[in-house]
T-cell receptor
C-alpha cells in the first residue's frame, strides 16, 4: 500500500513568487493534516481536513497560505506571495476517521521549501 | 496552550551505552506518540501510548507514559549506530475531535558513536 506522498520534495523560489505543494494521502484516509517545521523550531500544526472540509485551520500563519482538498482526495497548499520566513519543511499526514484504527497519523517525507 | 518539551535536544552516545530521552507536556492528553525521523525521510511512528503506566518495547527502544506526571520516557538500551536519528514525542490534546492533530516536542538529535 502506498504511503503519504508529497510533491515536490524540494522547492527553491524567490521572495514574492508563488509555490504550490501537493499531498496525496493514503487511500481511504479521510483526515489530512499539514504541518510545518521552520529551521530550529518544533513541528507545528497548520490545518486539518476531514474529507474536503476544513476541520481546523487554526495553525495557518496568515492569508498568504491557502489549502484545498479537492473531492476529499489529494490536497494542495499554496503560498502566495512567498516570504523568507516561509522557508521550512512542510509535512503532510493522513489518518483514518476516529474510532478503531484511527489512532495514528502517517506522515509523508515532507517538502523542503526555501525562499530566497 | 499545550506545550511539549523534550530533553535533551542533542544526545551523543557511545555504542553499547544506555540513555533516556524525556518528554514533558503541560496539559491532559489523550495519547502520546514517539516518532523517529531519518534525514530527508518521513516521520516513522515508533510507539503510541494510551494510558497511565503504559510501557511498550521494540528492540532496543522502550517507551513509557506517566499521565499523572505528564511525562513520557524513551529509553535506549545498548545503543547501536543504526539508532542515530531525530526522535520526536507528540501529544494529542484530551477531548480533541481528531487523532492526528499533534503537538510536537522540539526533537532530540541522537548520534551514536562507535
Amino acid at each position: 500500500e502506498a504511503g503519504v506522498t508529497q510533491f515536490p520534495s524540494h522547492s527553491v523560489i524567490e521572495k514574492g513568487q508563488t509555490v504550490t505543494l501537493r499531498c496525496d494521502p493514503i487511500s481511504g484516509h479521510d483526515n489530512l493534516y499539514w504541518y510545518r517545521r521552520v529551521m530550529g523550531k518544533e513541528i507545528k500544526f497548520l490545518l486539518h481536513f476531514v474529507k474536503e472540509s476544513k476541520q481546523d485551520e487554526s495553525g495557518m500563519p496568515n492569508n498568504r497560505f491557502l489549502a484545498e482538498r479537492t473531492g476529499g482526495t489529494y490536497s494542495t497548499l499554496k503560498v502566495q506571495p512567498a516570504e523568507l520566513e516561509d522557508s521550512g519543511v512542510y509535512f503532510c499526514a493522513s489518518s483514518l476517521t476516529t474510532g478503531t484504527g484511527g489512532l495514528e497519523a502517517f506522515f509523508g517525507q515532507g517538502t523542503r521549501l526555501t525562499v530566497v | 496552550e499545550l506545550k511539549v518539551e523534550q530533553n535533551p535536544l542533542f544526545l551523543s552516545m557511545q555504542e553499547g551505552k544506555n540513555y533516556t530521552i524525556y518528554c514533558n507536556y503541560s496539559t491532559t492528553s489523550d495519547r502520546l506518540y514517539w516518532y523517529r525521523q531519518d534525514p530527508g525521510k518521513s516521520l516513522e511512528s515508533l510507539f503510541v501510548l494510551l494510558s497511565n503506566g503504559a510501557v511498550k518495547q521494540e528492540g532496543r527502544l522502550m517507551a513509557s507514559l506517566d499521565t499523572k506526571a505528564r511525562l513520557s520516557t524513551l529509553h535506549i538500551t545498548a545503543a547501536v549506530h543504526d539508532l542515530s536519528a531525530t526522535y520526536f514525542c507528540a501529544v494529542v490534546i484530551a477531548g480533541g475531535t481528531s487523532y492526528g492533530k499533534l503537538t510536537f516536542g522540539q526533537g532530540t538529535i541522537l548520534t551514536v558513536h562507535p
